[in-house]
C-alpha cells in the first residue's frame, strides 16, 4: 500500500503543494495538491520530472575535494567528516586574517534562507545575497518609490480579473500553476488577456489582443496609454484623490507623449493604444497591468515597472478585488509571527557589504537581498575590501550573472569556493568542495509562510530516504558553524526542532499539517478597506507618482523618455526567456526533461535571415561585444520581431558529466554584456546587440 505524504515541490521556486505516494522507500506517483485552490491535482512537467532527479545517477553523490585545477574534473571522495572539516578549516582562516566581510554566500532565495542569513550574520559578513536583483530586483524598487512596500508583498487576484495586461509576461511558458488556472478560468467567464511581446509566444497564442511590440519600446506605449487615460478622464477619480500624489506632475510629463507618437516608437497603431485604454477603464478596477516577474529586460527598466504600477493606480486597481492587493501575512488574523533563526542578537558588523547595494553603486536598490551582479567586479578590484571565500547555495553564479566569462576569473582569485548543490552545476564543477544536498523528495525544510489574501502555512516533509550520502542545507551550515564555535546561533537538531521554534507564537502544532499538509489560518479573503484603509508604507501614506525614495536618493522621477534606436544592419537585440520543460539553469540534464527539450535555437525572423543567408535548422555562430561565444541553431520564424533574435536560457553547459546536455546550444550568460538599471537594481538581461553568422 502506497503512502501519502505532503509536501512542497522544489523543481522550481514557484513551490506547489504536493502529493508524494511512498511504497517501499521510494517515490511512486507526484502530484499536485488537491486540496489547494488553484492546483487542484495539477503538476507541471518539471514537477513529474521530480522522479527523474531522485533517481539520477549523474548527480552528486557524496562529498567531494577538488584535486586538480579548479574546473579540470579532479576529485576524491570525502567522508561528510572530512569535507566539512576542510570548508570549515578554510573558512576559520580566511575569516582570521581578512575579516567576516570576505565571505560571501549566494543562494537563491529558499525555505532556509534564515537559516543561511544566520549563518553569515554569526561568521560577521554583511554578504549575503540572492537571485533577486537578477530576476526582478527593479520590479521590486519600482513598487517600493511608489507604495513603499516591496513586490513579494503583492498579488494578483487572477481569478475575478475582467482584463489583464501583459507585457512579456509569458505566464503559460514561464509559469506558476495557480495562477494560470485561475486566470483560465476567468477567462472562461469572459476575462479579456492582452499580451504584448516582439515574440510570439504560447501566452500570445492564448491572447483575445496581441501586439508585436518594437524590442525595449513598452515604456513609450505606457506613457501614451497614460496619457490618453488622465486626457480622456478614463481612471478611477475617487481612488486617486484619495489615495494618489503627484497627479499634475504626471499630467504635465505625459503630455507630449501621445498615441501617434508612441506609435512611431513602438510601432503599435494609435488608434489601438487609445482602444486598449478605453476598454480596461470599463472594467475597472477589476483590471491588472501585469507588473513582470522577470524584471530585468532593460537599462530603464525601473521606468517601466513604475509605468505599469502607475497604470493599476490610476484604474484603482490596487487593493481591489480582480487587481492587485497587498499580501497578508500571520499578524492580519492576529496570531504572532513565524519563527526566524535570523532574529536572534548577533555581534554587530561595521564592514559596508561588498557589491554597493543599497549604498554608492545602487543607492535604492533592496540591500536585503543584494546586487550579485557586481561579484566579479568585488573580487578582481578589492573594492571595498577582498573576497576569499563564496559559499554557494543553490545558486549558480557561472550561469546566472551576465557575462560569465568575467565571472569564472574572477572566482579563481579565490581561496575557496563551496558549492551546496544537487547537480553538477558549473559551480559544483568549478569548486574546491562539493557539499551535495538531499532533494527536496528526500529532505525536510522550514516551514513556509504563505502570506495571501487567505494567509496559510505549508510544510515540507521528507518523502523517502536519501538515495544517495547527502544531507540538508539546513544541517550542512549547522555543521560548518559548529566546527568554527558559532554552534550558539543553531539552536537544534532535528527538523522537528526547526519546525517547533518557527511555530511558537502562532498557536498553531505540527500535527495540524498531518491532515492536508497545510493549515489555513483564515477562510475569508482579506482586503483592506479602500475608502480608508490601505496601508501604503511611503512617507505620504499614498501612492507617490513623485517617489520620495527616488527624489531623496537623486533620481528623477520622470526622466524624458529616451529613444530606443534600430540595430545597426546585421546586429539584433538578444532577448533572453524561459521553456515550460525547465527551470533556468537547474534541469537541462534531467533524463526526461532533456528529451523534451534537448537544446536551445536562437528564433530569426526570415527577413534578416535571408539575408544573412541562415536556413532553418542549421548552425548558426553568435558574438556580442564580449566576443563569440556559442553555436546554435537557427529557427526561421515570422513570430519574432525583426530587430530581435531569442534563445531560451540555461543551455551551453560544459561539464562533462552531465552526459545529456553536454555543450548543446549556447549560453546566454557568455554573450551577456554586464549593464544594469542602476536605480533599480537589476542587469539589463536583453539590451546586448549580437551578429549571427552561419558556421561554414
Ligand atoms: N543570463 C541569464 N541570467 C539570469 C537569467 C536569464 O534569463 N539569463 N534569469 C534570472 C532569473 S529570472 C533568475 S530567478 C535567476 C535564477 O538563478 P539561479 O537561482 O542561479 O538558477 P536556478 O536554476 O534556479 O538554480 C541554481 C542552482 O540550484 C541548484 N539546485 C536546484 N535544487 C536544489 C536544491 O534543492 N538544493 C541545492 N543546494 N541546490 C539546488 C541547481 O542545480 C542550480 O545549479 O537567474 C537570473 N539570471
Ligand atoms: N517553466 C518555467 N517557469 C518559470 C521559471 C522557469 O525557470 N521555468 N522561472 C520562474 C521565474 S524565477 C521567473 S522570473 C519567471 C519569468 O517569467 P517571464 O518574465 O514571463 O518569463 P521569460 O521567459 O523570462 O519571458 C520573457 C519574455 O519577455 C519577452 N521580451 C523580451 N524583450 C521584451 C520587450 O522589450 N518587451 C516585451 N513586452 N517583451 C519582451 C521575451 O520574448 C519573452 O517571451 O518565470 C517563472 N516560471
Ligand atoms: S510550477 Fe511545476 S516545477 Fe514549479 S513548483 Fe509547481 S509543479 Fe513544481
Ligand atoms: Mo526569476
Redesign the pocket.
Known sequence: MANKVYSIC?M??VRCPIEVLVANDDVVWIQGSRHVAGIEGALCAKGSAGLALLHDHERPQYPMIRTGPRGAGQWRRASWEEALDYAADKLREIIQEHGGQSVVFGE?T?LNTHISKTFMKAIGSPNHFT?DA???GSVNTAFRSLTGHADPQVGIDYANTRHIVMYGRNLFEALEIAPINNLLKAMEKGAKLTYIDPRVSVTATKADRYWMIRPGTDLALNYALIHTVLKERLYDAEYVNRWVSGLAELQAFVEPYTPEWAEKETGIPAAEIVALARETAEVKPKVVFHYG??G?HHANEIYLRRSLIILNALMGSIEAQGGLFFKKGAAAVGRGDIGKYVSQEFPKISAPRFDGSGAEVFPIADSSHGNPQMLAYAIMHEDPYPIKALIA?????L????D?AAVRRALDKLDLIVA????Y?E??WYADVILP?S??LERADSIQMVSGLRPSLRIRQQAVSPRYDTKP?WLILKEIAQRLDLGQYFPYETIEDIWNFQLKDMGVKIEDFDAKGFVSLTDKAILWDRKDGIKFKTPSGKIELVSSLMENAGFPSFPEYQPVAVPPEGHFRMM???CAAH?????QNNVLLSELVPENELWINPGPAGKLGIKDGAYVELASPLGTNGRIKAKVTEFIHPEAVFML??FGKTVPVQTRCYQKGA???LL?ENVSDKVGGSPA?DETLVQIRPVK
Open positions: 522544489f522550481c521556486t537563491r529558499n537571485h537578477l530576476c526582478k516577474y522577470r530585468a547555495n543553490r545558486f549558480e553564479p550561469q546566472s550573472i551576465p560569465s551546496i548543490e544537487v547537480n552545476s559551480i559544483a544536498e532533494i527536496y542545507a533572453v526567456g524561459r527551470t533556468h539553469v537547474s534541469t536560457h540555461g549560453s546566454d550568460a551577456q538581461l
